[in-house]
C-alpha cells in the first residue's frame, strides 16, 4: 500500500484519480476505468470523506467533469495518432494521468511531464515502460521541451493545469512551444473569468490562489488567436457535449449543470495546432 499524507500535493493528486474511479462506478456505460479503480485499491488514504462529497449530485457531476475531460483529451491524441502514429504524446501537468497507455498505438512515444514530487509518487504507481518517460521539470523551464523527440510529430495535452498559470507565463509557453514542435497540436480544458472566480472558493483557494484576475481564464478562443504568428488555428469545442453528448445519460440536475459550464461559465477544450 502506498501511503497518501493529508493536505499535501500528493492528496490533490488522487481526487482527480478518485472522481473517475466514482464515475466509473456510477455510469459504467460511460466510463469504465479499470486503472483508477486498480490504483485507488494501492493507496493508504481514507476516502470516506471525499466519498461523501462526491457521491451528492454536485460531487458526482465534478466527477462526470473529470472523467468527460479525459475522454475529450484522449480523443483528439487519438484522432492526430491516425495521421501521425509514430508521434510523441506529451501530457503536462500528468498528476496520475493514464492517457497515454489508453491511447498507446504500439508505435506512438509518451512524456508524462509534473514536478519532481509529483513523478515522485507517479514512478511508485505508474512507473515508465519501453516507450513512455516520467519526467520532472517545472513546466515553465523550457528545458523540458529538449526531452521531446518531435521528428515524427507531437500532440501535447494538459488537463486542469493552465488555471494555476499567469496569463503571461502562458502566453509565453504557448509561443515557445509553437516554435519548438512546428506541426504539433496543443489541447487544453478553460473556463471564463466567472468559472475561474468560482474555482478559487474551491480548489484554487487550496492552492493558495486569491487573486484570479492575473490567472489564465478564456472568455472567446480568439483571444489567444494572435499570441503568436506560428499557430494555424485555435479552435474549440464544448467540454461536456463536444465530443460525445452525454446530456440524454444523465439525470436533470445534471443536465442543468451542464447547460449552466456551457452558457455560464465557458467550460470549453481548446486546441491549437501549429504552423
Known sequence: MYHIEK????????????????CSEHFPDLFKDPEAERICGM???????????????????????VAQRQYDLAWEVKDYLKKNPDAAVVNL???????????????????????????????ELLPENDRERNLAFDLNDE????EIDCSNGAVLF????????????VKALFQKMAKRFPGAVLVFDSCNRRGAKMMTKT????????????????????????W????????????????????????????????????????????????
Not at 143 to 146: A, L, S
Not at 158 to 169: L, P, R
Open 93 to 123: 501537468g500528468c498528476g496520475l494521468d493514464d492517457t497515454f497507455r489508453r491511447c498507446d498505438n504500439g508505435k506512438c512515444r509518451g512524456y508524462n511531464i509534473d514536478m519532481s514530487d509529483v513523478i515522485a509518487v507517479r514512478n
Open 7 to 22: 493536505n499535501t500535493v500528493q492528496e490533490t493528486l488522487i481526487i482527480p484519480l478518485y472522481g473517475r474511479k466514482v
Open 43 to 65: 493507496l493508504d488514504y481514507d476516502f470516506a470523506e471525499k466519498g461523501k462529497k462526491m457521491e451528492s449530485a454536485a460531487g458526482l457531476f465534478g466527477a462526470l467533469e
Open 203 to 226: 480548489w484554487l483557494k487550496e492552492a493558495g490562489i486569491s487573486d484570479v484576475g492575473a490567472f489564465f481564464s478564456l472568455e472567446d478562443k480568439d483571444e489567444i488567436r494572435n
Open 158 to 169: 494538459a488537463s486542469g493545469v493552465f488555471y494555476y498559470f499567469k496569463t503571461e507565463d
Open 228 to 275: 503568436s504568428g506560428d499557430f494555424a488555428d485555435v479552435s474549440a469545442k464544448s467540454y461536456m457535449r463536444g465530443y460525445r453528448d452525454i446530456y440524454k445519460d444523465v439525470s436533470l440536475f445534471h443536465r442543468l449543470m451542464i447547460k449552466f459550464c456551457d452558457g455560464f461559465v465557458k467550460m470549453q477544450i481548446i486546441k491549437i495546432t501549429f504552423k
Open 143 to 146: 528545458t523540458w521541451m529538449d
